[in-house]
Protein backbone atom coordinates (compact mmCIF):
# COMPACT_ATOMS: atom_id res chain seq x y z
CA UNK A 1 0.00 0.00 0.00
CA UNK A 2 0.99 3.46 0.26
CA UNK A 3 3.37 4.69 2.45
CA UNK A 4 5.58 7.96 2.99
CA UNK A 5 9.05 7.53 5.35
CA UNK A 6 9.81 10.92 6.83
CA UNK A 7 13.82 11.32 8.22
CA UNK A 8 14.41 13.24 11.10
CA UNK A 9 12.35 12.83 13.56
CA UNK A 10 13.94 15.42 15.65
CA UNK A 11 16.25 18.06 14.48
CA UNK A 12 17.79 20.68 16.29
CA UNK A 13 19.38 23.74 14.52
CA UNK A 14 20.52 26.97 15.73
CA UNK A 15 18.82 30.17 14.57
CA UNK A 16 20.64 31.25 11.05
CA UNK A 17 21.15 27.60 10.13
CA UNK A 18 19.19 25.58 7.67
CA UNK A 19 17.01 23.07 7.66
CA UNK A 20 16.31 19.91 5.86
CA UNK A 21 13.80 17.06 6.08
CA UNK A 22 13.59 14.20 3.80
CA UNK A 23 10.82 11.89 2.74
CA UNK A 24 10.36 9.26 0.29
CA UNK A 25 7.07 7.92 -0.73
CA UNK A 26 6.16 3.92 -2.03
CA UNK A 27 3.49 4.94 -5.01
CA UNK A 28 4.34 5.60 -7.82
CA UNK A 29 1.79 6.88 -9.32
CA UNK A 30 2.01 9.68 -6.36
CA UNK A 31 1.94 13.28 -8.08
CA UNK A 32 1.06 15.95 -5.21
CA UNK A 33 3.71 16.41 -2.52
CA UNK A 34 2.37 18.61 0.18
CA UNK A 35 3.95 20.20 3.47
CA UNK A 36 2.70 21.05 6.87
CA UNK A 37 3.72 22.57 9.99
CA UNK A 38 2.11 21.64 13.45
CA UNK A 39 2.21 23.79 16.08
CA UNK A 40 1.40 23.09 19.57
CA UNK A 41 -2.39 23.07 20.28
CA UNK A 42 -3.35 23.70 16.40
CA UNK A 43 -3.88 21.69 13.38
CA UNK A 44 -1.31 21.62 10.20
CA UNK A 45 -0.94 24.06 8.01
CA UNK A 46 -0.03 23.77 4.07
CA UNK A 47 3.11 25.72 3.78
CA UNK A 48 3.83 24.60 0.90
CA UNK A 49 3.46 21.63 -2.26
CA UNK A 50 5.14 20.95 -5.42
CA UNK A 51 3.19 18.76 -7.96
CA UNK A 52 4.99 15.71 -10.07
CA UNK A 53 5.71 17.87 -13.37
CA UNK A 54 8.34 20.33 -11.59
CA UNK A 55 11.24 19.26 -9.52
CA UNK A 56 11.90 22.27 -7.18
CA UNK A 57 9.53 25.25 -5.77
CA UNK A 58 10.90 27.74 -3.80
CA UNK A 59 8.77 30.42 -1.18
CA UNK A 60 10.80 32.99 0.19
CA UNK A 61 13.16 31.01 2.57
CA UNK A 62 11.33 27.53 2.12
CA UNK A 63 12.20 25.48 -0.43
CA UNK A 64 11.13 21.67 -1.68
CA UNK A 65 12.72 19.47 -4.13
CA UNK A 66 11.40 16.13 -5.63
CA UNK A 67 12.95 13.47 -7.30
CA UNK A 68 10.29 10.98 -8.91
CA UNK A 69 13.18 8.83 -10.13
CA UNK A 70 13.90 8.25 -6.54
CA UNK A 71 10.35 9.13 -5.37
CA UNK A 72 11.70 10.68 -2.79
CA UNK A 73 11.04 14.90 -1.81
CA UNK A 74 12.47 17.32 0.55
CA UNK A 75 12.36 20.54 2.88
CA UNK A 76 14.43 22.95 2.89
CA UNK A 77 14.00 26.35 5.55
CA UNK A 78 17.04 28.77 5.16
CA UNK A 79 17.98 31.10 7.50
CA UNK A 80 15.65 29.44 10.53
CA UNK A 81 14.04 31.70 13.29
CA UNK A 82 12.85 30.79 16.78
CA UNK A 83 9.00 30.88 14.97
CA UNK A 84 10.01 27.81 12.38
CA UNK A 85 10.13 25.53 15.60
CA UNK A 86 6.99 23.45 14.99
CA UNK A 87 6.45 19.82 13.87
CA UNK A 88 6.77 19.21 9.90
CA UNK A 89 4.99 17.01 8.25
CA UNK A 90 5.22 15.57 4.43
CA UNK A 91 2.60 13.77 2.14
CA UNK A 92 1.92 12.52 -0.95
CA UNK A 93 -1.18 11.50 -2.82
CA UNK A 94 -2.01 9.78 -6.20
CA UNK A 95 -4.89 10.25 -8.33
CA UNK A 96 -6.80 8.53 -5.44
CA UNK A 97 -8.59 10.18 -2.69
CA UNK A 98 -5.84 9.26 0.31
CA UNK A 99 -3.76 11.94 1.39
CA UNK A 100 -1.07 9.86 3.23
CA UNK A 101 1.38 11.35 5.73
CA UNK A 102 5.38 11.27 7.17
CA UNK A 103 5.54 10.25 10.50
CA UNK A 104 6.43 14.27 11.04
CA UNK A 105 9.96 16.18 12.22
CA UNK A 106 9.79 17.93 15.20
CA UNK A 107 12.42 20.80 14.58
CA UNK A 108 14.15 23.13 16.95
CA UNK A 109 15.67 26.36 16.55
CA UNK A 110 17.32 27.73 19.39
CA UNK A 111 18.21 31.82 19.33
CA UNK B 1 -8.03 30.47 11.29
CA UNK B 2 -8.34 27.55 8.60
CA UNK B 3 -11.98 28.14 8.59
CA UNK B 4 -12.22 24.45 9.35
CA UNK B 5 -14.35 24.17 12.98
CA UNK B 6 -14.41 20.63 15.06
CA UNK B 7 -16.13 20.37 18.53
CA UNK B 8 -15.44 19.85 21.29
CA UNK B 9 -11.71 20.58 21.17
CA UNK B 10 -11.61 18.29 24.58
CA UNK B 11 -13.53 15.21 25.37
CA UNK B 12 -13.03 12.59 28.51
CA UNK B 13 -15.01 9.86 28.64
CA UNK B 14 -14.35 6.01 30.10
CA UNK B 15 -14.03 2.98 28.49
CA UNK B 16 -16.71 1.27 26.57
CA UNK B 17 -18.44 4.61 25.71
CA UNK B 18 -19.56 6.29 22.54
CA UNK B 19 -18.67 9.94 21.30
CA UNK B 20 -19.52 11.62 18.18
CA UNK B 21 -16.97 14.37 16.68
CA UNK B 22 -18.33 17.30 14.72
CA UNK B 23 -16.66 19.19 11.83
CA UNK B 24 -17.57 21.69 10.03
CA UNK B 25 -16.21 22.64 6.82
CA UNK B 26 -15.08 25.83 5.02
CA UNK B 27 -17.57 27.41 3.36
CA UNK B 28 -17.58 26.34 -0.41
CA UNK B 29 -15.75 22.89 0.86
CA UNK B 30 -17.06 19.47 -0.42
CA UNK B 31 -14.46 17.13 0.49
CA UNK B 32 -13.80 16.30 4.13
CA UNK B 33 -11.40 13.46 5.75
CA UNK B 34 -10.79 12.72 9.10
CA UNK B 35 -7.44 11.48 10.58
CA UNK B 36 -6.00 10.42 13.91
CA UNK B 37 -3.20 11.48 15.93
CA UNK B 38 -1.83 9.54 18.38
CA UNK B 39 1.04 10.51 20.67
CA UNK B 40 4.21 11.23 18.95
CA UNK B 41 2.74 9.90 15.97
CA UNK B 42 1.97 10.60 12.61
CA UNK B 43 -1.35 11.55 10.94
CA UNK B 44 -3.38 8.43 9.90
CA UNK B 45 -6.16 8.75 7.48
CA UNK B 46 -9.72 7.32 8.71
CA UNK B 47 -12.18 8.32 5.78
CA UNK B 48 -13.04 10.95 3.29
CA UNK B 49 -16.46 12.21 2.55
CA UNK B 50 -17.44 14.01 -0.75
CA UNK B 51 -20.59 15.63 -1.45
CA UNK B 52 -22.18 13.50 1.75
CA UNK B 53 -20.69 10.05 0.07
CA UNK B 54 -18.14 8.23 0.84
CA UNK B 55 -15.14 8.33 -1.55
CA UNK B 56 -12.44 6.88 0.89
CA UNK B 57 -11.39 4.62 3.77
CA UNK B 58 -7.67 4.51 5.21
CA UNK B 59 -6.99 2.26 8.94
CA UNK B 60 -10.64 2.86 9.95
CA UNK B 61 -11.78 0.31 13.04
CA UNK B 62 -15.41 -1.11 12.30
CA UNK B 63 -16.40 0.44 15.84
CA UNK B 64 -15.70 3.83 13.80
CA UNK B 65 -17.90 5.42 11.54
CA UNK B 66 -18.45 8.62 9.79
CA UNK B 67 -21.16 10.49 7.59
CA UNK B 68 -21.23 14.01 6.19
CA UNK B 69 -24.84 15.71 6.39
CA UNK B 70 -26.53 17.39 3.16
CA UNK B 71 -25.52 20.82 5.00
CA UNK B 72 -22.07 19.07 4.72
CA UNK B 73 -21.13 19.27 8.42
CA UNK B 74 -19.62 15.69 9.17
CA UNK B 75 -19.30 13.56 11.97
CA UNK B 76 -17.07 11.02 13.43
CA UNK B 77 -18.53 8.31 15.57
CA UNK B 78 -16.62 5.91 17.82
CA UNK B 79 -18.37 3.44 19.61
CA UNK B 80 -16.60 0.59 22.41
CA UNK B 81 -14.34 3.10 23.11
CA UNK B 82 -10.49 2.08 24.02
CA UNK B 83 -7.70 3.44 25.77
CA UNK B 84 -5.95 3.34 22.88
CA UNK B 85 -8.54 5.37 21.10
CA UNK B 86 -6.99 7.95 23.43
CA UNK B 87 -5.72 10.75 20.63
CA UNK B 88 -6.09 13.94 18.76
CA UNK B 89 -9.19 13.57 15.94
CA UNK B 90 -8.67 15.97 13.11
CA UNK B 91 -10.99 16.69 10.38
CA UNK B 92 -10.12 18.66 7.05
CA UNK B 93 -11.66 19.87 4.37
CA UNK B 94 -11.58 20.97 0.58
CA UNK B 95 -12.47 22.18 -2.14
CA UNK B 96 -12.52 19.04 -4.69
CA UNK B 97 -12.92 15.87 -5.28
CA UNK B 98 -9.16 14.84 -5.09
CA UNK B 99 -6.75 15.42 -2.57
CA UNK B 100 -4.10 16.19 -5.19
CA UNK B 101 -6.16 18.85 -6.89
CA UNK B 102 -6.88 21.20 -3.86
CA UNK B 103 -4.54 21.87 -0.53
CA UNK B 104 -6.64 20.47 2.76
CA UNK B 105 -6.84 22.68 5.31
CA UNK B 106 -6.99 21.21 8.80
CA UNK B 107 -9.09 22.08 12.07
CA UNK B 108 -7.90 22.41 15.32
CA UNK B 109 -8.62 19.11 16.37
CA UNK B 110 -10.50 17.36 19.47
CA UNK B 111 -8.56 16.14 21.57
CA UNK B 112 -10.10 12.71 23.23
CA UNK B 113 -8.76 10.60 26.45
CA UNK B 114 -10.34 7.78 27.56
CA UNK B 115 -9.73 6.60 30.98
Known amino acids: GENVEQHPSTLSVQEGDSAVIKCTYSDSASNYFPWYKQELGKGPQLIIDIRSNVGEKKDQRIAVTLNKTAKHFSLHITETQPEDSAVYFCAASSNTDKLIFGTGTRLQVFP | DSGVTQTPKHLITATGQRVTLRCSPRSGDLSVYWYQQSLDQGLQFLIHYYNGEERAKGNILERFSAQQFPDLHSELNLSSLELGDSALYFC??????????????FGNGTRLTVT
Open chain 2, 92 to 105: ASSVALRSAESPLH
